[in-house]
């Protein structure tokens, strides 16, 4: 197949736009999202604003998806598949969103547009909610759609100082030769045992996509944050009200890094653990140069706070204003909500842009110019 850069791209579920930043070598000719303020971030990072479509995806008929798409991107809502959520499954109302898009994607095959390459994202949660049985249903759906597929876990932290691990499902019309065997560090554990428990006709469709790990992250997480005299801390009495809700050992990691008499940066989230059956609030705090995974603001309890310890004193903060862009790898160039709930709340459920950048380099467009590599 000829180069033809670049390639065109429908991006589904779009909020931001990361994904579609991260796809480098494609052109979105088509985006949706049915949330308004992210729609507007969208249209306000972006040269050609109304390509994007503010509408549930269960709304839209394939008469609104112009020409043909090499790549039809689906960060579908993964509130219902989340393993840290309710898990209700793909049949749920949000997680259902997905076949909003599928119905998209059948209607353009009757046409014969069918998209070369679907890239799904979603969390881990995808592969075992409802006992893997919405895992294998989507897999099946790319299978009766004349897609050969195969997933690969990818974590944030391998580029950016943020954990964030998430699937990507990447399925290629284009028939691609060799299934080879999962032995990568992107094919993980938990997706070699997805792959493992899907029938024998789907696993006779999947291809190990081989994904190389980028070179050694050389930022942390203190290297993106904002100056300390450019931020609001919280005062004593607020800081110490939080850090006792340490369990001990995460108590003993903020004593270790007060005790190591440098500039340590801590994150820390406040989760609800149950602790001899009781719900107990806990503060969890992590000192290994990561941010936790960043989430939707919901209660206020999934702000995420910056703990920093030097000459002898300890100070709590938010996470705030562009940091949490900048752990998804967002220049400071890119337009974020004046709120900062909005920000957070766009932050939260985004892809990281080099993750994406990683996966359009090494594996979307070599699909398309016919030069894939797989494990074979
Ligand atoms: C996981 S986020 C994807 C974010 C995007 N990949 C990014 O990097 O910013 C899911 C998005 O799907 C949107 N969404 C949820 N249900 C939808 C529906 N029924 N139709 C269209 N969009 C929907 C949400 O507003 C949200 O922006």
Redesign the pocket.
Known sequence: MANREPFSLY???????????GLHGFRTTFA????GA??A??RANHAEPDILKL??????TPDDLPGHADLA?A????QDVSLAGARGGLDAR?S??FW??WRLMTGLAGQGRTPGLIVI??VMGLLTSNQGRDFAAVCRALHDGGYVFGAVEADAALWLPQSRPRLFLIASRPPVAGAGEGADPFHSPRIRAAHGALPDDLKAGWVWWRLSAPPRRNTDLAALLQPDDAVAWLDEDKAAALLNLLSPLHRARLDAAAASGERRVGAAYRRVRLENDVKVQRLEIRFDGLAGCLRTPAGGSSRQFVVVCQNGQTRVRRLTGREPARL?GLPDSYALPTSEVAALK??G???A?PV?RALADQILRPLLEGAVRTAA
């Not at 509408?55 to 839209?60: H, I, P």
């Not at 960060?75 to 993964?78: L, Q, V, Y």
Request: hydrophobic share 50%; proline share 2%; charged share 20%.
């Open positions: 991006e589904f579920f779009a909020g931001g736009g990361l994904a579609g930043l949706n999202d049915l949330d992210k729609a971030s969208w509408a549930d995806v269960w709304d839209l991107w960060s579908s809502p993964c949000r259902g969103a909003g898009f994202e979603n998804m766009l932050m459920d985004a892809v842009v994406v």
